[in-house]
Structure formats: structure tokens, C-alpha cells
């Protein structure tokens, strides 16, 4: 985690480039000594972790929920989770300002993640998402909470985030519906016209039903009766038809607004490249076309044998094997210091800030970045991966644990997908190379 001013940007998820966010007070857990007092613009201190004496003040020694934060952090810092924890929960309890507040929960929930303890993390995000403001994209990025992610309880809050409500706040919904509004630019002005049509047709209806009873009551100055049934008819038929197309819009909507959370998630999780390097799967968008390998190990190892057979024209076209073996046990790598990414990852995973757009924006960056590439990937948090194949399997209907493949676009999102393992002679009929013109109306 890294320290970050406050509330100075809240800034949208986007998905065609890589998503930087202002994050809550996090301090960080492995450079503690080189973090500095900022302060915000309304003015407010946020906490020094300096070692410098001259940043200390006279009541140094008063224990507060500052100094609190800070020594749990320290402890954090040196592997000595429980410690850590009783400091951010001492913190909680002694009278902490909102910022403080954020800042203990949402590390007291990297501990409990860290033991494993899921349904205690999503706990404590709940609190901070629905009552201190804590953004749902700050917990999607941070590595310390990979194995969070992983969890059941993750995608139960994710999904009490997509719908909204008073139990977890709206920020992340809105997040997503901006998305969905620029991927479905009439979507509202549709939904306005069906209202109105409404509207009009219940209008009509409200007149005409009364002059039906009288056609069919008769007399010298009834209407025609075939004429207002008519009418009627077309009404009533009219306003079934708008408010059906009305739900079916809103239908559509919320599907759009899973997939683009689930893209969310898919850009997120983390790869090894053939240098040892971790990066995100956003940091390829346009870049490379991903093509995932689920299944059995013989199964998928096969499929790689054959694809080394066109090896040359695949690098053409930018494919990148990742290979997800099933239920693939990995003894997890615990650092002795600082927690989440080890120490050469740190700097290859996306820091949060204007410095990260920067730098992944720039030509030197991916220039270096794309020749690290290689033909094949290694996946990291292979439990992140599955949870997300098997969630895209189940949105096509498909049994979860099958062998499938995924071929994803330049621009991060899904191409089509298969049961089975791909033919790799047809993907490579089927994709243009990199350079392209078709390519480049891709990213």
C-alpha cells in the first residue's frame, strides 16, 4: 500500500486505459522511512512516518490514534501481524478523526486478510466503504488485498457495490453506470422516449376507457364501438410494448454493468513475465492479445505444445499464452518484511497516482514493457484467476471447471471464448497482425 494525499480527486474507473485512483490514507509498508508529512488542501496533517527527530512534536509519547496507526503500521511493516492489528483497533478506540478512522479499518482489513480471515476483512471494508468514504477501486488494486479478492466474501461485496444501496454507498455503481452510459450512449435517451410513449399512451387509455362504456351502452350520441375498441386496444397494447422495452433496457443495463465489473476485476489480476517481472493485466492493453488456457494440466500443456508450432505468426499478432492449470496447489510466498507484492515486484506493479499514468503512458515505459514479452506468461494469485474463469464461464452458461479458452482484444476485453482448447491454425487466420490497420481500430 502506498500513501496518498486524501480526498484531493475522486477520479472515474476507466477501462481502456490503466485506472488511477486517489486512495485513502494507506501507509505504505515497506518504504516507511521515506514517507513525509503532506497535508491536504483543506489543510488537514496526514501522518509522518518519518524517522527523523525533527519531524516529532513535544507530546510525541501521547498515544493516539495517529501514533497508533503509525506503530501498526511499523509492525506490519516487520511481519508481526497481531501486533499490528491490536494497534489499529486501539486506534478505532481512541476518539479517531474520519481519516483515521478509514485508515485503521481498511488496514486492520489487510491483517485480517493476510490470517486468512475473509468474512472479518469484508467487515471492516463494508464500514469504511458505507461510512467513511473509502472508493471500492482502492480495494481492487491493492496486492495486499489479493488474497481477499480470492475469497467468497469479496464477491459478495462487490456485488452489495455494483447494485448500490445505504449498506455500502453508491460511489462504485455510479462509477460503473458512467462506464455503461459511454459504452451505451442512447441507453437514456431510449429509456426517456419509452416513459413519455408511456405516459402518453396511459394518457389515451385514462380517456378512451370511459368512451368505450358508453359505445357500448348505445344511444343517439355513443361513439363508434369498433373505433374506441380500436382505440383501446392500441393504447393498452402500446403501453404493455414501452414498459416491456423499459425493463428489458434496465435488464440490459444491469448485465452491462456485471461484465464491465467483471472486466474490472480481469484487468487487475496479476501476471510473471518471461523476465520475472509482474504486471498487471491492464498494463498490456494494447499491447498484446491474451489467449487464457484453463483446464487440466495435460490438457493444457498439450495446447501449448502445438501453439509453439506457430510460434512465429502468434508473436506476429501479439498472442500471449496464459495457461491457468486447475486447482493447481502453489505453496504461497511470504515475505519476512512488508506484505502483499515481494520487493522486485513492487516496482513493476502499478503505483496509484499521477506518477502511474505517466509513466505507463509514456514511450519509453512500453517499449521496455513490450520487449520483457515474451510467448508465454506465467499467471500469479492462480486462485484470483480461477475465481474469474469460473464466474465467465457461468455468464455463458457454461459448466465451471470445464477446459476453456479465452482470447481477449488489445483493448483488455473479452474476443470470444470456447470450450476446449483453441485451434491455433484458425486464430491465426483469424487475427491480423499487430500492425495492421484492423489492429489499430481494435485498441
Same mark, same amino acid.
Given at each position: 500500500m502506498a500513501v496518498a494525499t486524501?480526498?484531493?480527486?475522486?477520479q472515474w474507473l476507466s477501462f481502456s486505459n490503466p485506472i488511477t485512483?486517489?486512495?485513502p490514507w494507506l501507509p505504505g509498508r515497506t518504504t516507511l522511512t521515506h514517507l513525509q508529512i503532506h497535508k491536504n488542501l483543506a489543510g488537514i496533517s496526514l501522518i509522518s512516518c518519518s524517522s527523523s527527530s525533527t519531524?516529532?512534536?513535544?507530546?510525541?509519547?501521547?498515544e493516539t490514534a495517529e501514533s497508533c496507526v503509525n506503530l501498526g503500521l511499523q509492525l506490519f511493516s516487520k511481519g508481526r501481524v497481531k501486533d499490528a492489528l491490536v494497534q489499529f483497533e486501539t486506534a478505532l478506540s481512541l476518539d479517531p478523526n474520519p481519516i483515521e478512522v478509514q485508515a485503521a479499518l481498511y488496514n486492520k482489513a489487510c491483517c485480517h486478510a493476510y490470517k486468512g480471515e475473509g468474512r472479518k476483512a469484508a467487515d471492516c471494508l463494508r464500514t469504511a466503504l458505507r461510512e467513511y468514504n473509502l472508493k471500492f477501486g482502492?480495494?481492487?488494486?491493492?496486492?495486499d488485498l489479493a488474497s481477499f479478492r480470492a475469497l467468497p466474501e469479496f464477491k459478495e461485496l462487490q456485488e452489495e457495490a455494483r447494485l448500490g444501496g445505504e449498506d455500502i454507498g453508491y460511489s462504485f455503481r455510479r462509477d460503473l453506470k458512467l462506464i455503461s452510459e459511454v459504452q451505451a450512449p442512447f441507453r437514456g435517451i431510449r429509456r426517456f422516449f419509452y416513459v413519455a410513449f408511456s405516459a402518453a399512451a396511459g394518457i389515451s387509455t385514462f380517456f378512451t376507457v370511459p368512451r368505450l362504456f358508453r359505445a357500448i351502452s348505445g344511444g343517439d350520441d355513443a361513439p363508434d364501438l369498433w373505433e374506441t375498441a380500436g382505440n383501446v386496444v392500441i393504447n393498452i397494447g402500446g403501453l404493455i410494448v414501452l414498459v416491456a422495452l423499459f425493463l428489458w433496457e434496465n435488464k440490459k443495463e444491469e448485465e452491462q454493468l456485471t461484465q464491465i465489473s467483471r472486466d474490472e476485476n480481469l484487468s487487475r489480476l496479476p501476471l510473471r513475465l518471461s523476465?520475472?517481472?509482474?504486471?498487471?493485466?491492464?498494463q498490456l492493453r494494447d499491447t498484446v492479445r491474451p489467449v487464457i488456457l484453463a483446464g487440466k494440466k495435460a490438457t493444457v500443456s498439450l %495446447? =501449448?505444445?502445438?501453439?509453439a508450432r506457430f510460434r512465429t505468426e502468434l508473436l506476429r499478432r501479439g498472442v500471449l499464452l496464459?495457461?491457468?492449470i486447475w486447482d493447481e496447489v502453489r505453496a504461497p510466498q511470504i515475505e519476512k518484511k512488508g506484505f502483499g507484492a515481494p520487493s522486485k515486484a513492487a516496482a513493476a506493479l502499478? %503505483? =496509484?497516482g499521477e506518477e502511474f499514468e505517466k509513466r505507463t503512458q509514456s514511450i519509453t515505459a512500453k517499449s521496455k514493457l513490450k520487449a520483457e514479452i515474451r510467448f508465454k506468461a506465467e499467471v500469479v494469485s492462480p486462485s484470483e484467476w480461477e475465481r474469474w474463469i469460473r464466474d465467465q464461464q457461468k455468464s455463458e452458461g457454461v459448466t465451471p471447471g470445464e477446459d476453456v479458452y479465452i482470447i481477449l482484444r488489445l483493448d483488455g476485453r473479452v474476443r470470444r471464448s470456447g470450450k476446449g482448447m483453441p485451434d491455433w491454425q484458425q486464430i491465426v487466420k483469424e487475427l491480423p497482425p499487430i500492425e495492421a490497420l484492423l489492429s489499430k481500430l481494435e485498441r
Open positions: 486524501l480526498a484531493l480527486h475522486q485512483r486517489t486512495r519531524s516529532q512534536s513535544t507530546d510525541a509519547n501521547t482502492t480495494i481492487l488494486n491493492d496486492p523476465t520475472n517481472r509482474i504486471v498487471e493485466l491492464v %495446447s =501449448i505444445q502445438q501453439a496464459v495457461p491457468v502499478p %503505483s =496509484i
